[in-house]
T-cell receptor, first 109, second 114 residues
């Protein structure tokens, strides 16, 4: 699996967009970018994934650069309930998920 | 919503005792994972199964840990004998290979070994 680099922590004002970056410069052509989050004391939760095109669902948007070496997860209107650790993972779809330390996002009132 | 069910939710046991954690994956999912989470190490993959066959258990201490899937609706993680350093939250997750979607995690079993 390709390695990812994420900032350790970020703050975001409530109601604003939260933009969480991830670098994955060694990503292979068949590896997808996945995002999960973990709210305190809960199990991780799948958010979104993509290969090369930008993706959007009811939770978030995923923007992947054209060279696929980095991506950004966007929470368009962050709420206090979005405070969590966000994990960026790259892998092939049939493989195991290996978690790094992630980004601890604090949404501030 | 379909869920991954883990039991027990919390377990306190004495050092040296056997501990068994159970996981009911989502019906139809063919891949099951066991993870352990501590403050120091974060989320560590212990083992995973596909179609009930173990694929990788390299993250598991072999001398005391064992993971099995007796049938498609049950995965177990056993620790014998337990040690204080095994204290952690243990998560089970399930998913569909090639489904292109993420895996679904259970709420975890919080294990405390005293």
């Amino acid at each position: 699996d390709a390695k990812t680099t994420q900032p350790t922590s970020m703050d975001c004002a409530e109601g604003r967009a939260a933009n969480l970056p991830c670098n994955h410069s060694t990503i292979s052509g068949n590896e997808y970018v996945y995002w999960y989050r973990q709210i305190h004391s809960q199990g991780p939760q799948y958010i979104i994934h993509g290969l090369k095109n930008n993706e959007t669902n009811e939770m978030a948007s995923l923007i992947i650069t054209e060279d696929r070496k980095s991506s950004t997860l966007i929470l368009p209107h962050a709420t206090l309930r979005d405070t969590a650790v966000y994990y960026c993972i790259v892998r092939v779809t049939y493989d195991k998920v290996i978690f790094g330390p992630g980004t601890s996002l604090s949404v501030i009132p | 919503d379909a869920r991954v069910t883990q039991t027990p939710r919390d377990k306190v046991t004495e050092m040296g005792q056997e501990v068994t954690m159970r996981c009911q994956p989502i019906l139809g999912h063919n891949t099951v994972f066991w993870y352990r989470q501590t403050m120091m190490q974060g989320l560590e993959l212990l083992a995973y199964f596909r179609n009930r066959a173990p694929l990788d258990d390299s993250g598991m201490p072999k001398d005391r840990f064992s993971a099995e899937m007796p049938d498609a609706t049950l995965a177990t993680l056993k620790i014998q004998p337990s040690e204080p350093r095994d204290s952690a939250v243990y998560f089970c997750a399930s998913g569909l290979t090639g489904g292109g979607y993420g895996y679904t995690f259970g709420s975890g079993t919080r294990l405390t070994v005293v």
